[in-house]
């Protein structure tokens, strides 16, 4: 089948197409290897509340609930099992894309929500899923939190690639770029490969938009402002991943078989029905980078999507919105901080209610 002239053209700008989301009758209806070969995705994001819906919203799920009711398998097992089985099948669906393009081919599985801000839990649980899962284009996602770094760094060193998610501010990209080159440090120290390593760091941004936007509001600022800090912010981060990935520092680790980090723009479904619902795409077109969509925003693209003015191009005018936001009166550094603790908390609430759900599933088919 003849791929969407649309996102293969965004495919040949460098933007690799993931799905965000993934479900067992997805998988087993043909669903996603159609959207492989007809919508050029080459990877697939899942998250809590991603799968609190497909299990919830399924029946395809029954009979391994009830297989893990009659060994009495605890509630937490039972979701490990069952999370890791949907993304096992995926994982091998997209093998053909890995061996392709190593960087993609790639489905990500969450640690615990509930463990972000437990750096040793973070970094144990992500070796578990590494090996209960057993694929090499799998990502373990673990969240950008501060505990979450030096667990990114362990993971890394271990040789499990990682999607960094939760990402907000310029800061924290950062800091997360650096966690993972202290990974790849600390394995070739060690004598380890770094071959077969990948990375992406996952930089959230309709959120950002619906945070600040509010903010304006209440301040009364120029509405010229609004639906404009979630990219700026963005196309601020894509400068400063050229800036690190252009180092005396990089080289060394590339030399030695090292992998970069991409960048990956998360929350691209618009909020906002006043907006365009392709902004989100249109406006961070760049070389390396990956955008994770929802099947709708993906569908919107296809249809009616065009490429806006490239990311490198747009610096200027991106720190220019930034500061007009500041001037304005919001405050970015909370705006950060409120965005990443109810990330955390949007996830565990999803987490807490797919256990419910597991938990009752489990009992009725005892």
């Not at 060690?190 to 950002?208: C, H, K, N, Q, T």
């Not at 490239?310 to 220019?320: E, G, I, L, N, R």
Request: net charge negative; hydrophobic share 45%.
């Amino acid at each position: 089948m003849a791929q969407n002239e649309k996102l293969a053209e965004l495919s040949d700008a460098g933007v690799a197409v993931w799905l965000d989301d993934l479900s067992r009758d997805r998988i087993r209806s043909g669903n996603l290897r159609a959207l492989v070969e007809e919508h050029s995705v080459v990877g697939v994001t899942t998250n809590p509340t991603i799968f609190a819906a497909a299990i919830s919203g399924s029946d395809s799920y029954d009979d391994q609930l009830h297989a893990l009711a009659v060994r009495k398998v605890s509630v937490e097992e039972a979701l490990r099992t069952i999370t890791a089985a949907d993304v096992r099948d995926a994982c091998d669906l997209l093998a053909p894309v890995a061996e392709a393009a190593p960087g993609d081919g790639r489905v990500s599985l969450e640690v615990a929500p509930g463990l972000a801000h437990d750096t040793d839990a973070t970094a144990a649980e992500a070796g578990h899923l590494w090996w209960l899962v057993d694929r090499p284009n799998l990502y373990i996602k673990i969240p950008a939190t501060e505990a979450g770094l030096p667990a990114i760094t362990e993971a890394i060193g271990n040789g499990i690639s990682v999607n960094v998610t939760l990402i907000f501010s310029l800061e924290r990209y950062r800091a997360v770029m650096e966690a993972y080159l202290a990974g790849l440090e600390k394995r070739a120290a060690d004598g380890g490969s770094l071959e077969g390593i990948a990375s992406v760091a996952s930089f959230f941004v309709s959120r950002v938009d619906s945070e600040i936007d509010k903010r304006l509001d209440a301040a009364g600022a120029d509405s010229s402002l609004k639906g404009k800090a979630g990219i700026a912010n963005a196309q601020l981060a894509y400068q400063a991943y050229e800036e690190v990935f252009s180092s005396d520092r990089w080289r060394a680790l590339e030399a030695q078989g090292a992998a970069r980090q991409r960048p990956l723009w998360a929350s691209t479904g618009v909020k906002n029905p006043e907006y365009s619902d392709t902004m989100y795409i249109s406006e961070l077109i760049a070389p390396g980078t990956v955008n994770t969509m929802p099947e709708k925003t993906m569908m919107a693209y296809a249809d009616h999507g065009t490429p806006g003015t490239p990311v490198q191009k747009t610096y200027d005018d991106a720190a220019a919105v930034m500061k007009g936001v500041a001037e304005a009166g919001v405050d970015l550094d909370e705006v950060f901080r409120v965005l990443e603790d109810e990330g955390v908390q949007k996830f565990v609430d999803s987490w807490d209610e797919l256990t419910a759900s597991v938990r009752t599933e489990l009992e009725d088919k005892a």
